[in-house]
């Protein structure tokens, strides 16, 4: 099993719609827990921090179940703008600096 | 402000030969790492350094990898007599630990890469 694994899609939406990614981790001591996005060609950019209380950033919400081991990211009205791919980032464990990276989901917002 | 600042942007090499790519990371920053990443692929860990500890190397693929961080500032990769199947993108990040959310987080932010073709 991968430690961090994602969807890979691609989800086809069409602009406006509200749009749903999870991602699931297997350790169970990871600490920190982020969301990058990357689009074709370039470097990941941070998206949000995923905070254990949830947290929400304009048009994108995150969200932590550490229950039962994912995370989310809720896109609502999205825009052209929005296409990319979606990296789930979980640290391993108590070495926080050691950053597990899914292999993104690609996400393609319609006209 | 300035950030992480990558060099080349793209290498082109010959089987066998060294290349070494450079990192610039974020002034201020305390950590860097490098990941490489094939066309279609995950980030892969390679190594980190945290100031003056020593670097965790776990992530290399094989000694021909190397890598140095002088004065706690520029790093460079070095891969010795580079293989087709080293080609990739080899993406450099730094980070400065801090508070947010409750906790400590250690927030990761991203060079341009270089992408490196081996013929």
């Known amino acids: 099993r991968k430690e961090v694994e994602q969807d890979p899609g691609p989800f086809n939406v069409p602009e406006g719609a509200t749009v749903a990614f999870n991602c699931t981790y297997s350790?169970?001591?990871?600490?920190?827990f982020f969301w990058y996005r990357q689009d074709c060609r370039k470097e990941p950019k941070l998206l949000m921090s995923v905070y254990s209380s949830g947290n929400e950033d304009g048009r994108f919400t995150a969200q932590l179940n550490r229950a039962s081991q994912y995370i989310s990211l809720l896109i609502r009205d999205s825009k052209l703008s929005d296409s990319a791919t979606y990296l789930c980032v979980v640290t391993r464990g108590s070495g926080t600096y050691k950053y597990i990276f899914g292999t993104g989901t690609r996400l393609k917002v319609l006209a | 402000g300035a950030g992480v600042s990558q060099s080349p942007s793209n290498k082109v090499t010959e089987k066998g030969k060294d290349v070494e790519l450079r990192c610039d990371p974020i002034?201020?920053?305390?950590?860097l790492y490098w990941y490489r990443q094939s066309l279609g692929q995950g980030l892969e860990f390679l190594i980190y350094?945290?100031?003056?500890?020593?670097?965790?190397k776990s992530g290399l693929p094989s000694d021909r990898f190397s890598a140095e961080r002088t004065g706690g500032s520029v790093s460079t990769l070095t891969i010795q007599r580079t293989q087709q199947e080293d080609s990739a993108v080899y993406l450099c990040?730094?980070?400065?630990?801090?508070?947010?959310?409750?906790?400590?987080?250690?927030?990761?932010?991203f060079g341009p890469g270089t992408r490196l073709t081996v013929l």
């Open positions: 002034s201020g920053h305390t950590a």
């Open positions: 990040a730094s980070s400065r630990r801090s508070l947010a959310g409750g906790g400590v987080t250690d927030t990761q932010y």
């Open positions: 350094f945290q100031g003056n500890s020593a670097p965790d």
């Open positions: 350790n169970s001591a990871s600490q920190s």
